[in-house]
């Protein structure tokens, strides 16, 4: 099976809220996580990483939050907007060096209400 | 900002055909990658190229696959014989010594 993976396929929420994007991860040695945010008919957008010495990073109106003893990460966007409307991707890395390689989930939908 | 380049943004082709995508990485990065994503599915992993040769590849990369970087900047994708099945949007990536990988806005591959 997968070792990436969302809660959920679909989020709706009205602008101005939090939103909460969940992903969990099966693979105990994973270290790098990714989430990408994709726009219809583009490719996946880099949002925010997170490394799993960390258990919490922030961006620009995001943050991502590693929980290492369940497996579980999330991205959360504050004050959403119709903007952020997309698809939204967690990301395994694994390998390294020259083996670098991205495991996707299969993606939460957020649409932004205005 | 530094960006993948994809080129065409959409090709259609008769199956059986022969397709190149083309992509230019971002220009100070050294590995390679070249993902595909059908529709409505999740974006995945085909090869990645480092080196000048391919470092790993999935096992949808078959032999009717293959990579090149003919010269210091581009990158292309080679499907000698398209297969209906092969339609889908492929995207090239890039990262640096670290790994993120950065994407093309992909290239939307119709086979009739």
């Known amino acids: 099976g997968e070792s990436v993976g969302l809660h959920l396929p679909t989020l709706s929420v009205q602008e101005g809220d939090n939103s909460i994007i969940n992903c969990a991860y099966s693979?105990?040695?994973?270290?790098?996580f990714i989430w990408y945010k994709q726009e219809s008919g583009k490719g996946p957008q880099f949002i925010i990483d997170?490394?799993?010495?960390?258990d919490k990073r922030q961006g620009q109106r995001v943050t991502v939050l590693l929980n290492k003893t369940v497996k579980h990460l999330s991205l959360q966007i504050a004050a959403t907007q119709p903007g952020d409307s997309a698809v939204y991707f967690c990301?395994?890395?694994?390998?390294?060096?020259?083996?670098?390689?991205?495991?996707f989930g299969k993606g939460t939908l957020l649409t932004v209400n205005p | 900002e530094p960006e993948v380049t994809q080129t065409p943004s959409h090709q259609v082709t008769q199956m059986g055909q022969e397709v190149i995508l083309r992509c230019v990485p971002i220009?100070?990065?050294?590995?390679f990658y070249w993902y595909r994503q059908i529709l409505g599915q999740k974006v995945e992993f085909l090869v990645s190229?480092?080196?000048?040769?391919?470092?790993?590849k999935s096992e949808i990369f078959d032999d009717q696959f293959s990579v090149e970087r003919p010269d210091g900047s581009n990158f292309t994708l080679k499907i000698r014989s398209t297969k209906l099945e092969d339609s889908a949007m492929y995207f090239c990536?890039?990262?640096?010594?670290?790994?993120?990988?950065?994407f093309g806005s992909g290239t939307q591959l119709s086979v009739l």
């Open positions: 990536a890039s990262s640096d010594l670290f790994g993120l990988m950065f």
């Open positions: 693979n105990s040695a994973s270290d790098y």
């Open positions: 997170i490394r799993s010495n960390m």
């Open positions: 990301a395994e890395m694994g390998g390294g060096g020259s083996n670098y390689k991205l495991t």
């Open positions: 220009s100070n990065h050294l590995y």
């Open positions: 190229f480092y080196n000048n040769e391919i470092s790993e």
